[in-house]
């Protein structure tokens, strides 16, 4: 049986030329899960082995990974495709011959599926569904092509004959990159990476799967021996300041923490009497404090002022916009000082919430109407003085 095989390529050290095309072949160095036992969710700190790496990156930017699906899942597609998983396929982009086992492993995104893919597959299905296919029933194929993945399609549509292994891959959604902001700096670990994962599922009809990058680096990797493929994502949006004096204000929950665990790690390293301000959240301090004896000695050595929105630890529940808001005058303060705001994490809720209690304190502690704290918020996105990495 062939196998995916990623090439790499240089033409010289000091460029970057690693990507999704070619990326560079990193393997599992260790695995924890952050989590104390008693906590409902699964976060791990992952240490890739990067030894070899020379392509330049910097706090801030993120690393793309390219995962691998499932076995449980491809035994599930290949039973479903009434295959062996032996047979030659060549990937229609590159025309690199594999296995279709391994163009389903590396190649495929089996969460959504493609309209010319149920186009392709009803030659070869007894139940109709020519409803799904109609010209003017956009919205019945829109539907059932969101409810369902490559696995429940199939279950679904029950193809009686064998499929044509090439033509069938030619209609299958692409495995995509799965973006993480690296948690460690390559001043201190060169040979390294550091990752800040939490794993999640969702519903596909009434099966539960797993998200597919996070369930790789988490689980599905095996230390030493599982290649991971990776390239760097700059990110210029989001970054540190030339000039250490200048104090950092950093907000974010969860695995949001991720960036800033670099930023501390080279601010101390350059600039140990910096000012840095963490606020932090997440669910309960005793089980879901991730890093908390390395972001405690920050405290200790009074390089790091740390406040922590913990949301369950009290009847009502607290976020970090919460205590923004509680520390208003004193943010302010930080703010009228020529500090950088940065947002990390949740796009939808987290960062809007954070966004808007800033208006407020910009209204209420600068004296400012709602358009003039608007337009004071904006002058620091312009500035560089307001950076977000949210998702």
């Known amino acids: 049986m062939s196998t ?19 990326p560079f ?10 989590n104390k036992r008693g906590s409902s969710k699964q976060t791990f700190h992952i240490v890739l082995d990067i030894k070899g790496f020379q392509d330049v990156y910097k706090e801030g930017d993120a690393v793309a990974i390219l995962p691998q699906n499932p076995k449980s899942l491809l035994s599930k597609l290949l039973s479903l495709l009434h295959a062996t998983g032996h047979e030659e396929v060549k990937d229609p982009k590159t025309q690199t011959p594999s296995s279709l086992l391994s ?7 089996l969460s959504r599926i493609t309209p010319q893919l149920l186009t392709f597959l009803q030659p ?12 003017d029933n956009k919205q019945a194929r829109l539907d059932f092509i969101q409810a369902h993945d490559l696995i429940t399609c199939l279950q679904e549509l029950n193809p009686t004959s064998k499929i044509p292994p090439q033509d069938f891959i030619t209609t299958l959604a692409p495995m995509l990159p799965r973006f993480y902001s690296i948690a460690s700096s390559p001043s201190l ?3 390294e990476l550091h990752l800040l994962v939490a794993t999640f599922s969702y ?5 539960l799967r797993a998200g597919v990058g996070s369930d790789f680096l988490c689980h599905g990797a095996e230390p030493c021996t599982t290649a991971i493929p990776l ?14 004096a200048i104090p950092l204000i950093m907000i974010g929950a969860g695995t949001g923490l991720a960036p800033y665990r670099a930023f501390l790690q080279k601010r101390f390293l350059d600039a140990p009497t910096s000012r840095q301000w963490l606020f932090f959240g997440e669910r309960h301090r005793a089980f879901d404090f991730y890093y908390e004896e390395e972001i405690l000695n920050y405290c200790q050595k009074n390089f790091l002022q ?24 004193e943010l302010w303060k930080w703010l009228q000082e020529g500090a950088i705001l940065y947002v990390c994490g949740d796009a939808k809720h987290m960062a809007k919430d954070v966004h808007d209690t800033l208006t407020l304190i910009a209204q209420k502690e600068g004296l400012l109407s709602l358009k003039e704290a608007q337009n004071f918020l904006q002058k620091l996105r312009k500035e560089k003085r307001y950076q977000t990495d949210v998702y």
């Open 4 to 22: 995916i095989i990623y090439t790499t390529a240089r033409k010289n050290k000091e460029e970057t030329v690693f990507n999704k095309n070619h």
């Open 25 to 34: 072949i990193a393997h599992l160095k260790s695995r924890q899960r952050l």
């Open 103 to 109: 163009f389903l492993q590396y190649k495929t995104n």
């Open 124 to 135: 070869f299905c007894e139940k109709p569904f020519d409803h799904l296919l109609a010209h």
């Open 189 to 191: 670990y060169q040979d």
């Open 203 to 207: 519903p596909v009809q009434e099966e």
């Open 231 to 244: 390239y760097i994502q700059p990110n210029p949006n989001f970054f540190l300041p030339d000039d250490p």
């Open 306 to 329: 740390l406040t922590t929105a913990f949301s369950r630890d009290q009847a009502e529940k607290c976020y970090v916009q919460h205590q923004l808001h509680a520390h208003a005058c």
